[in-house]
């Protein structure tokens, strides 16, 4: 190839979360770092202005800045005798398309996983027996333990500006913090945010029921706040929009607002916009990589070479690139061997909508983790001796703010489409209509998994990746508790109507916006027979390769995976730092 830039010490491929995280750190420790990111350059200051900010039909309808499905998209099916179509419009698959990534867009919800959600095998073995697994459930260990990732969740959180409330610090369960969380070494970096009329009526029902509400870790800052690498964050002014918005009040936790602005001064690291990484080039004995192949806007191909490469794009992708650079051994769901694609899970939701009949909710006011939760019925906090299932779900209410495109179906049954009595509704359920929402555990199944479509290609001629899966039934089990729990909680808060939901009811489509956590397909784990990735996320095949973000998640917690992706990428950074450099080679031994 004639084109070929000059060799750096890392080359990293997506500049999100993960991308943005490890490559301060390394930039840090002196390394020569070299970012190739997709989508384009996006500046807070500039691009999100909050007179642009606010526009819903732009961001959130039309989704301006996720990756169009014409660009890059999956296909689907829910069982290997079906023949996968592709996912032509708007999906949950919500992949970030600039600097920043999907760490632009998210909501903010910053949570830890806990002690059970990285070692689920093992806990549930010991406390129930291996009868507890069902048939065909694929659970393993994640090969490191909270206690091993909690100084790295501290760091996370106090990078990010994390709004919130200690439950277990030092030992000690603390009032109106998250009693079933790991034990924290140091208290969230700043307070919770305000709470809200809703929040309000979902912690006194909560707590007439005798469980432990809490208001959610949040990546909105309550108050002014400078972070570790000495970045300014403003206060958050609760106005709504958060989720599918970029902050340009400096206020949400973002790379864009937390991580890049530092890392731009760096002399050592260098960022490629409009660039997408095709493959990951191999030496010739196939033991290790050498760089990765990318086309620029101009479809002009590059060669970036490097000593170390890190994926850090979005889960899909990461698993795509493996598939296509023929790294790995491929899953097989017939064989029941390999491990690129294997453990491929989603989220089991479940909940309840609500209207009240005169309450005055203020829903043109919020932020997109402004909740209140109970984990009384998450993980393996409950006892599930008979009940069939393993896992669960946080149960909570979100004050995200009710925007007017996007809350005009959120309507009571029987509610006319159009005409004088849609508007009547419409204008009674704006302050009187909302949910609770189970955002549920998710344990991956052997028969469901990614792999590359046969038919279907991209515009450069490379395979889709292809998406089979559908509900199993641990899910099914764990999403029905959990609605009669939501349900319960309704009927306690006061609404007046109260209709249980249940996403895992039916078949998984990519169109039920149940959630957008997808999970798995390049796991870490023990053991090079089920997993892609030893405890560090280093490649058991190629060991200059490493692979972030929720790809390396063997399963789903209740949770949302941003706290977790962090805490790992530091986690993945310090062991190149101090282990890789010195001594290159596998950190694992097999």
């Known amino acids: 190839m004639n084109n070929v830039r000059p060799k750096a010490d890392v080359v990293i491929v997506g500049l999100g979360w993960c991308g943005s995280l490890i490559a301060e750190e390394l930039t840090r420790a002196g390394l020569n770092v070299v970012a190739v990111e997709r989508g384009p350059w996006f500046e807070t200051a500039t691009d999100f202005p909050p007179s642009i900010d606010t526009d ?26 079906q023949q996968a179509l592709p996912s032509r419009d708007w999906n949950l698959n919500e992949l970030g398309y600039n600097v920043g990534g999907s760490g632009t867009h998210w909501a903010g919800m910053a949570w830890r996983f806990t002690p059970f959600d990285l070692q689920p095998y093992t806990q549930t073995v010991e406390r129930y027996g291996k009868k507890q697994i069902a048939k065909g459930l694929i659970l393993q260990d994640w090969g490191v333990t909270y206690d091993e990732l909690e100084p790295f969740y501290d760091r996370f959180e106090k990078i990010a500006g994390v709004s919130g409330k200690a439950g277990k610090l030092n030992g000690e369960v603390i009032p109106d913090g998250n009693p079933f969380e790991g034990n924290r070494s140091s208290e969230y970096p700043l307070p919770p945010l305000e709470g809200m009329r809703l929040t309000d009526l979902f912690r006194d ?24 690498l000495g970045v300014r964050m403003g206060p958050c002014t609760y106005c709504g929009y958060c989720l599918y918005y970029g902050c340009g009040n400096f206020s949400k936790s973002s790379p864009n607002a937390c991580v890049i602005p530092a890392l731009m001064q760096r002399e050592n690291f260098t960022v490629l916009t409009d660039s997408a990484v095709v493959k990951v080039n191999k030496a010739d004995d196939g033991k290790t990589a050498t760089g990765v192949t990318y086309l620029d806007r101009n479809k002009k191909a590059w060669f970036q070479p490097a000593d170390i490469v890190i994926l850090s794009a979005f889960q899909m992708q990461n698993v795509r690139l493996l598939l296509l650079s023929k790294i790995g051994v491929p899953y097989d769901p017939v064989s029941k061997k390999g491990v690129v694609g294997r453990a491929y899970s989603f989220q089991t939701v479940a909940g309840a909508t609500l209207f009240f009949e005169d309450e005055n909710l203020n829903q043109f006011i919020g932020a997109g983790a402004l909740s209140q939760q109970v984990d009384d019925f998450n993980g393996d906090n409950f006892d599930h001796t008979n009940l069939g299932f393993i896992g669960g779900a946080g149960i909570l209410v979100v004050a995200r703010g009710a925007r007017p495109i996007g809350n005009a179906d959120a309507l009571p049954p029987g509610t006319p489409r159009w005409g004088k009595e849609w508007k009547k509704a419409y204008t009674h359920a704006f302050q009187n209509g909302t949910f609770i ?10 028969d469901y998994y990614l792999d590359l479509d046969p038919e279907y290609k991209d515009d450069n001629g490379n395979p889709l990746l292809r998406v089979t899966f559908d509900y199993n039934e641990n899910d099914r089990l764990a999403a029905k508790f959990i609605e009669e729990k939501s349900v319960e909680i309704g009927k ?29 397909g390049a796991v870490m784990g023990t053991d090079p027979q089920t997993s892609v990735l030893n405890r560090y996320q280093q490649s058991w095949d190629m060991h200059n390769l490493f692979v972030l973000g929720a790809s390396s998640f063997p399963n789903n917690a209740g949770y949302n995976p941003t706290g977790t992706i962090g805490a790992l990428s530091l986690w993945t950074a310090k062991a190149i730092i101090e282990q890789y450099v010195k001594n290159p080679g596998p950190l694992v031994k097999v």
């Open 205 to 228: 029902a909560a707590k007439s029921l005798g469980q432990h509400p809490f208001m959610v870790p949040a990546g909105q800052a309550s108050r002014a706040y400078v972070n570790p």
């Open 56 to 81: 819903e039909l732009r961001w959130d309808t039309r989704r301006s800045m996720l990756l169009p499905p014409a660009v890059e998209t999956t296909t689907f099916r829910n069982n290997i005798t």
């Open 492 to 520: 306690a808060m006061g609404a007046k109507i109260v209709n249980g939901t249940n996403s895992a009811s039916g078949h998984y489509s990519p169109y039920n916006f149940a959630s957008d956590h997808t999970i798995g």
């Open 437 to 446: 929402f189970g955002q549920g555990t998710s344990y991956s199944h052997e």
